[in-house]
């Protein structure tokens, strides 16, 4: 008999669905929406901010494009993409934390030489960035893929200085045959996620100011190793409060003064190791990995 009230109206969706034969959208559904219907009980959710809600998520689906996914920045600057990447890391083998691949990744990065740098266009004051990649019992991994990509001192990435078209401040790498990688770039600096859509105004509305600090992503791949998208971070003004919590503290680096054992001696250096874990490694099975709930 159709007679809910505001804990049965739960029970009776869960009844509807039962006979989902696929039993882990059978777990995310009840999950969902067991949770979802507890948050609009928690805040005793009216009518008119549920149309906001509904409202704000339209235009969120109105803003993306081809070029930009509002979506993702909803999911970036909510912390659930760094959510998903703590629980994809949480792997019987420990390999370098994942980072959010943030808008600014292509595919098809210009192929540079080990040492090249990735500052074509504008050079400024440089580093060298330099390391070894490993597996998980530390052995160097021989001639595995580095994509790097990073904003330039004004907090800008190539398509947003020149437009489409134009590479600048990205390029793919080839370790060596000690899975040694170094190259030299600029020094980058922290910016501001899109802040003129609907997660912007969101942001802004939450207090807070929608920067992210300096940092250099990174797309490792190497056959046998899981594709490892991460970045490291500098220590700037902004480096606790990340609006879209990528910085992990080991992912933190610093800059340090030139040394005669890096491999550009003349330049400040910028150290990091990577360690990537084999294809074959399986998530570790966490409470999502359990009976349906
Ligand atoms: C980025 O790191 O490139 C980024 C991440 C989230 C939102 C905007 C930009
Ligand atoms: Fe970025």
Do not use: C
Request: proline fraction near 8%; charged fraction near 25%.
């Amino acid at each position: 008999m159709i007679d809910f009230d505001e804990k049965s109206v739960t029970d009776a969706f869960f009844d509807q669905i039962k006979g989902t034969p696929n039993k882990r959208l059978l777990q995310i559904m009840r999950a969902a929406i067991r949770h979802l219907h507890s948050f609009a009980r928690e805040v005793d959710l009216t009518r008119d901010e549920w149309k906001a809600g509904i409202n704000f998520l339209t235009a969120v689906g109105q803003q993306s494009s081809e070029d930009r996914q509002e979506f993702v920045l909803l999911s970036d600057t909510s912390g659930l993409s760094t959510l998903m990447n703590l629980l994809e890391d949480r792997r019987g083998d420990k390999g370098t934390n994942a980072s959010i691949l943030g808008p600014f990744y292509r595919e098809d990065p210009p192929i540079l030489e080990l040492g090249d740098t990735v500052a074509k266009l504008k050079p400024g004051p440089e580093a060298v960035m330099y390391g070894t990649i490993k597996d998980v019992r530390g052995k160097p991994i021989p001639h595995a893929l580095l994509d790097a990509w990073l904003a330039d001192e004004k907090g800008l990435y190539d398509v947003q200085e020149h437009g489409p078209g134009v590479d600048d401040l990205r390029g793919r790498y080839r370790a060596d045959e000690n899975g040694r990688y170094w190259f030299r770039t600029t020094i980058p600096s922290g910016y501001s996620i899109p802040m003129d859509g609907p997660v912007g105004d969101l942001v802004r509305n939450t207090a807070r100011d929608g920067m992210r600090p300096a940092h250099i992503h990174f797309r490792l791949m190497h056959q046998g190793f899981q594709d490892l998208v991460t970045a490291v971070y500098f220590k700037d003004q902004y480096i606790e409060t990340d609006a879209a919590f990528g910085v992990l503290r080991k992912l933190v680096v610093e800059i340090l003064p030139p040394s005669k054992d890096s491999p550009i001696p003349s330049l400040p250096r910028i150290p990091y190791d990577f360690t990537m874990i084999p294809s074959s490694a399986v998530r570790h099975p966490g409470p999502l990995g359990s009976a349906a709930a």
